[in-house]
C-alpha cells in the first residue's frame, strides 16, 4: 500500500524501520579501543616452552603477569602462589583461551603462545632474557642474606649463588649476567670490576618502548636496577643501601629521587652490529666504584634533603 502522496519512501537509518540497535561483539579482556592500545603485551616475555598444571618456575610466573596484565587474573591471586602452576593459573588460563577463540584446555601450548604473541608478547623461552630475569628473582627471595657492600672484586663472582653475598646494585646486576651465562655487562670479561660508569659507557641506549626483561635502568649515573618485565611502568629487581634486592614499579622508585632525575636505559651491544659502545681505559682499567655510586632511592632522597 502507498503512503500518502503516492510515492514510496526508502528505508533510511533513521526510519522506524531502522530503529533497532547494531549489536556489537564483547571485546575480550586486556583489549582497549584506545589508538595504540591494541598491543596490550608489548614488552612483555612469555616462555617459548610447553606449561600446565604443575609445572613452576620463571615461565609460570610471566604466563600469570600478562594474565594479570589482561584481567583474567588479578594480582591477589597471582600473589597466592607466583611461580606456580595451580588451579588459580589453569583457570585464568581457560579463560584467556576462550576469549582468543583456542581451545579452553588449560595448556600453554603452541596456540596459545601464538594468541599471546599476536598480542605484543615476545616468546623468549630459556634464553639469556629469562635467565637474566630468574637470577633478579633469586636475589630477591634471598633478600634476608644478601647485603650491601661496595667491594671489588666483586663478591660471588666465582661462585654462583653465594650466601651471603655481600654486593652493592652494579654488581649485583653483573651477578645476574654472570650467572646467566650473558657477556658482562661492564665489557670486562668478569674480571670482578665495573661500576655504574662501565655500565653506562658499555651497553646500549635505548628508549623506554625498546625496553625488554633483562635491560637495566640507570638512575642519574648512581643506581642500577634489573628489569623483570618491560611496558610503560617496568617493573625491576632494586638492590639499594637500604634494601633489596627487591621487586618495585619504576613509577615508584623515581618517587624517591629528586625532580629531573635522569633515566637512562640499557641493553647488551652484543650482537647489535655498529652499536657497540667503546670503553676509555680509564674505565678498564677502574676497578672500585665512586663513593656515590650505590646510593638507592631512599640515600638519593636523603642526599636531596641535605643539599641547600
Not at 230 to 256: C, M, N, V
Request: contains cysteine.
Amino acid at each position: 500500500m502507498l503512503p500518502a502522496g503516492g510515492r514510496m519512501r526508502r528505508k533510511t537509518q533513521t526510519s522506524q524501520a531502522w530503529t533497532g540497535k547494531a549489536r556489537r561483539r564483547k571485546a575480550p579482556a586486556g583489549y582497549s579501543r584506545a589508538k595504540g592500545a591494541s598491543l596490550p603485551l608489548k614488552g612483555y616475555t612469555l616462555p617459548a616452552v610447553d606449561l600446565k598444571r604443575g609445572s613452576s618456575g620463571t615461565g609460570v610466573r610471566q604466563l600469570q603477569t600478562a594474565l594479570v596484565k589482561l584481567g583474567h587474573m588479578t594480582q591477589a591471586q597471582m600473589n597466592t602462589g607466583p611461580g606456580t602452576f595451580g588451579a588459580r593459573t589453569e583457570g585464568s588460563l581457560k579463560q584467556f583461551q576462550k576469549a582468543h577463540g583456542v581451545d579452553a584446555i588449560g595448556i600453554y601450548g603452541p596456540k596459545t603462545r601464538a594468541a599471546f604473541k599476536a598480542l605484543g608478547a615476545t616468546l623468549g623461552g630459556a634464553g639469556l632474557r629469562e635467565k637474566i630475569v630468574a637470577e633478579g628473582l633469586w636475589g630477591a627471595a634471598n633478600q634476608e642474606r644478601i647485603h650491601y657492600a661496595q667491594i671489588r672484586p666483586i663478591d660471588g663472582i666465582r661462585l654462583r649463588h653465594k650466601l651471603p653475598l655481600d654486593i652493592d646494585c652494579s654488581g649485583f646486576v653483573t651477578l645476574c649476567y654472570k650467572w646467566a651465562g650473558a657477556p658482562d655487562p661492564n665489557g670486562n670479561r668478569y674480571s670482578g670490576a665495573g661500576y655504574t660508569g662501565t655500565l653506562e659507557a658499555h651497553m646500549l641506549h635505548i628508549p623506554l618502548s625498546q625496553v625488554q626483561p633483562g635491560d637495566l635502568c640507570l638512575w642519574q649515573g648512581k643506581h642500577v636496577s634489573l628489569v623483570i618485565q618491560g611496558g610503560a611502568d617496568p617493573l625491576l629487581i632494586s638492590h639499594g643501601s637500604e634494601f633489596g634486592p627487591y621487586e618495585i614499579r619504576t613509577s615508584a622508585q623515581k618517587k624517591w629521587y629528586p625532580a629531573g632525575t635522569r633515566l637512562i636505559w640499557l641493553t647488551s651491544p652484543v650482537g647489535v652490529k655498529g652499536a657497540r659502545m667503546t670503553l676509555s681505559l680509564e674505565d678498564k682499567a677502574r676497578g672500585d666504584p665512586p663513593a656515590e655510586e650505590g646510593l638507592s632511592e631512599h640515600g638519593m632522597a636523603r642526599r636531596a634533603r641535605k643539599t641547600p
